[in-house]
């Protein structure tokens, strides 16, 4: 049997309005995708350490403006190494921006925009 994967993987939440205006706009536009709950299934830590490393730095992965931040006690705000940083993702993953993109050549972008998917997916 032969399968076929989805050249794009859009990891998020359901409930997040912008995963779901960019999961309309995949739509509209035909670009195949599997989603992925990243709360029902969650990221190993290497995933979430390869995506830091290739968005430029945890900053970029989580989501600061977030009530799950803000709520955060103080002392969590300063993680000081890859492995408290995945422990953090791992305990509250709705920090993680959303929507997470994964093409099939393996780079990663955060985040939705018309003008930001059309340059992302040529449309």
């Not at 830091?52 to 002392?75: C, D, F, H, I, Y």
């Not at 408290?84 to 921006?97: G, H, Q, S, V």
């Amino acid at each position: 049997m032969i399968t076929t994967a989805t050249p794009v993987t859009l990891y998020g939440l359901p409930t997040c309005d912008t995963c779901r205006k960019a999961r309309h706009w995949l739509d509209r536009f035909e670009v195949p995708y599997t989603f992925v709950d990243y709360r029902a299934d969650p990221v190993p830590a290497a995933t979430l350490k390869a995506w830091a490393r290739q968005l430029g730095g945890w900053e970029k992965l989580v989501n600061k403006s977030s009530t799950t931040w803000r709520n955060l006690l103080p002392q969590r705000k300063n993680p000081g190494s890859d492995p408290e940083w995945t422990l953090l993702l791992k305990e509250y993953p709705a920090l993680i921006r959303r929507p997470v993109v994964l093409k099939e050549d393996g780079s990663v972008s955060v985040g939705f925009s018309d003008n930001g998917f059309k340059k992302l997916f040529g449309r």
